[in-house]
């Protein structure tokens, strides 16, 4: 059983590694997306979790970082979720090019 545990690969995917607010209902869209591209790259690397990782990592970022958007965008307007906003951006400041890259 040791042996087993220090061999173990543990790839987060979906809401373990990035949430995405209810209030967008797109949680589980998100999570098939990653599992379809992390699946894409495995078979692209013949199964190989270190060398399909870092390419699946590079395909998802963009995305990643737009869902870290809209979760921002999402909680400005919701005032349960005001609190947990930790950066003092408002939607009403973000720049053109972020709206741009939003959609």
Known sequence: MADFALCLQIVLLGDAAHTMSPVLGQGFNSGMEDVIKFAQCLEQHQGNVDAALPVYNKARLPDIHAILLL??????????LRTQVTTSSHPASMNQATLSYLH
Request: glycine share 10%; proline share 0%.
């Open 71 to 80: 979760n921002e965008l999402a909680a400005s307007f919701d005032i349960g």
